[in-house]
């Protein structure tokens, strides 16, 4: 856990500093598009708490479709 | 052309994939795929015609509009990171099953996109300058270890030839053609950078592309020649068959060479589809520079990477049922509306006569 959260600290420190120092928003908004799910997929992880894979949530959604082997 | 073949090279050891399929005839249908997947590479060149200074996310933009291109913008920015993460545990599961049993597969994952961020922020030029060294030293190791297995193969393995039912068939040609060269697609992103003219563009698309599947046929019949109908028994086809080269105790365990070639291309697929990932999400958020986003989509592509699939077994039987229908909205069914709605937006309006 402490890990995952330093991992995250550091890459908001390295990057998003210069951004505020640039107040570039479209830049900040990208960031937090990817920072907010990774942060929560990775402490799910770790706290073994179960995420639903996207990919068999698509391969269920075409097989009722009938677009499968 | 090195990076495209290169690309397409770094999937060489799909027949696990495909060896359940078409059986004995994996070869048959690698070619099946090869000569299909020569009009995906005609739309790929066609588009790259209709919109030379623009990335597949401004091309979407431009013929769809701004609010519809960005929705599919955001849908290939999904394509890409999904990409991107599974040939990232690709690698770290080769690595941990052949080389680095020991160690945990997210620890290679991570020292793996974490030089792949320094090469992005480096620019993906240093990434594909890299590429000819890269194919050069695999084709000498595939030839090398073609000519050592020669005595381990038997010719009577690829018989009975088109024994199995069509719908295998149709499967095999679709998987292959989806899932490694239909993968070409990302090149839309990188092409607008390539500063050489069109025409010779399409030259080094096309050859790169006929060098890469011929080195994925290469394998593929290599491995039916030497393991025949035990193909799909094994995860890892062609491992097993460098296995059985034994010239002396000496000469032993040559599928090392292999693993390492194979790593270090897997390695420049997943370069190349982190900087493609990286670029469409600076691209769909206007933002200035793609340089401040290239550690948080990392981040994003391992985690999202950790809820893919729970076991190889799953991947294997997704990828042999449905991958290749969701694949080919990508590949195939986008491509070819914005193609359509290009043509007919560019199409001359017939002149208004008098009278």
Same mark, same amino acid.
């Given at each position: 856990?402490?890990?995952?959260?330093?991992?995250?600290?550091?890459?908001a420190?390295?990057?998003?500093?210069p951004?505020?120092?640039?107040?570039?928003?479209?830049?900040?908004?990208?960031?937090f598009?990817f920072?907010?799910?990774?942060?929560?997929?990775?402490l799910?992880?770790?706290?073994?708490?179960?995420?639903?894979?996207?990919?068999?949530?698509?391969d269920?959604?075409?097989?009722?479709?009938?677009?499968?082997? | 052309?090195?990076?495209?073949?290169?690309?397409?090279?770094?999937?060489?050891?799909?027949?696990?994939?495909?060896a359940?399929?078409?059986?004995?005839?994996?070869?048959?249908?690698?070619?099946f795929?090869?000569?299909?997947?020569?009009?995906?590479?005609?739309?790929?060149?066609?588009?790259?015609?209709?919109?030379?200074?623009?990335?597949?996310?401004?091309i979407?933009?431009?013929?769809?509009?701004?609010v519809?291109?960005?929705?599919?913008?955001?849908?290939?920015?999904?394509?890409f990171?999904?990409?991107?993460?599974?040939?990232?545990?690709?690698?770290?599961?080769?690595?941990?099953?052949?080389?680095?049993?020991?160690t945990?597969?997210?620890?290679?994952?991570?020292?793996?996109?974490?030089?792949?961020?320094?090469?992005?922020?480096q620019?993906?030029?240093?990434?594909?300058?890299?590429?000819?060294?890269?194919?050069?030293?695999?084709?000498?190791?595939?030839?090398?270890?073609?000519?050592?297995?020669?005595?381990?193969?038997?010719?009577?393995?690829?018989?009975?030839?088109?024994?199995?039912?069509?719908?295998?068939?149709?499967?095999?040609?679709?998987?292959?053609?989806t899932?490694?060269f239909? $993968? &070409? @697609?990302?090149? *839309?992103?990188? /092409?607008?950078?390539? %500063? =050489?003219?069109?025409?010779?563009?399409?030259?080094?698309l096309?050859?790169?592309?006929?060098?890469?599947?011929?080195?994925?046929?290469?394998?593929?019949?290599?491995?039916?020649?030497?393991?025949?109908?035990?193909?799909?028994?094994?995860?890892?086809p062609h491992?097993?068959?460098?296995?059985?080269v034994?010239?002396?105790?000496?000469?032993?365990?040559?599928?090392?060479?292999?693993?390492?070639?194979?790593?270090?291309?897997?390695?420049?697929?997943?370069?190349?589809?982190?900087?493609?990932?990286?670029?469409?999400?600076?691209?769909?958020?206007?933002?200035?520079?793609f340089?401040?986003?290239?550690?948080v989509?990392?981040?994003?592509?391992?985690a999202?990477?950790?809820t893919?699939?729970?076991?190889?077994?799953?991947?294997?039987?997704?990828?042999?049922?449905?991958?290749?229908?969701?694949?080919?909205?990508? $590949? &195939? @069914?986008i491509? *070819?509306?914005? /193609?359509?709605?290009? %043509? =007919?937006?560019?199409?001359?309006?017939p002149?208004?006569?008098?009278g």
């Amino acid at each position: 856990m402490f890990l995952v959260l330093a991992g995250f600290i550091l890459i908001a420190l390295i990057d998003l500093i210069p951004m505020f120092r640039q107040h570039s928003k479209n830049q900040i908004i990208a960031f937090f598009t990817f920072f907010c799910p990774a942060l929560a997929i990775a402490l799910l992880v770790q706290l073994n708490i179960e995420v639903p894979s996207l990919l068999l949530l698509l391969d269920g959604l075409f097989k009722a479709v009938g677009l499968s082997y | 052309m090195f990076a495209v073949a290169c690309f397409i090279q770094s999937s060489s050891l799909l027949a696990s994939f495909l060896a359940p399929v078409a059986l004995q005839d994996s070869w048959l249908v690698v070619l099946f795929g090869i000569v299909i997947c020569l009009s995906l590479i005609w739309l790929y060149k066609e588009l790259m015609m209709l919109f030379p200074d623009k990335n597949l996310i401004q091309i979407l933009e431009q013929t769809f509009g701004t609010v519809a291109g960005k929705i599919f913008g955001a849908l290939y920015l999904w394509f890409f990171l999904t990409l991107t993460s599974l040939n990232l545990f690709d690698l770290g599961n080769l690595t941990k099953l052949t080389i680095m049993d020991e160690t945990p597969i997210e620890v290679l994952a991570i020292l793996c996109l974490l030089v792949s961020a320094v090469a992005i922020k480096q620019g993906v030029k240093l990434t594909t300058r890299y590429s000819t060294p890269f194919f050069v030293t695999s084709v000498i190791i595939l030839v090398l270890t073609i000519l050592l297995m020669f005595t381990q193969m038997n010719f009577q393995n690829f018989l009975p030839v088109l024994s199995q039912p069509a719908g295998k068939y149709i499967q095999g040609t679709h998987l292959i053609s989806t899932v490694p060269f239909g $993968e &070409l @697609v990302i090149f *839309l992103m990188i /092409f607008p950078a390539v %500063k =050489i003219g069109r025409s010779k563009l399409t030259k080094f698309l096309f050859w790169g592309y006929i060098m890469g599947t011929l080195s994925v046929f290469a394998v593929i019949a290599s491995d039916i020649a030497v393991l025949g109908n035990m193909l799909d028994l094994f995860a890892l086809p062609h491992l097993i068959a460098l296995r059985l080269v034994n010239l002396g105790p000496g000469l032993s365990r040559m599928e090392i060479f292999f693993i390492v070639v194979f790593i270090l291309l897997l390695f420049f697929k997943i370069t190349i589809l982190f900087y493609v990932t990286v670029l469409a999400a600076a691209q769909l958020f206007n933002a200035k520079s793609f340089k401040h986003l290239v550690y948080v989509v990392g981040a994003l592509i391992f985690a999202y990477g950790l809820t893919l699939y729970p076991d190889p077994v799953e991947h294997a039987q997704s990828v042999q049922k449905v991958t290749p229908f969701i694949w080919t909205i990508f $590949e &195939l @069914v986008i491509p *070819l509306a914005v /193609f359509i709605v290009a %043509k =007919i937006k560019k199409r001359p309006k017939p002149q208004k006569t008098e009278g």
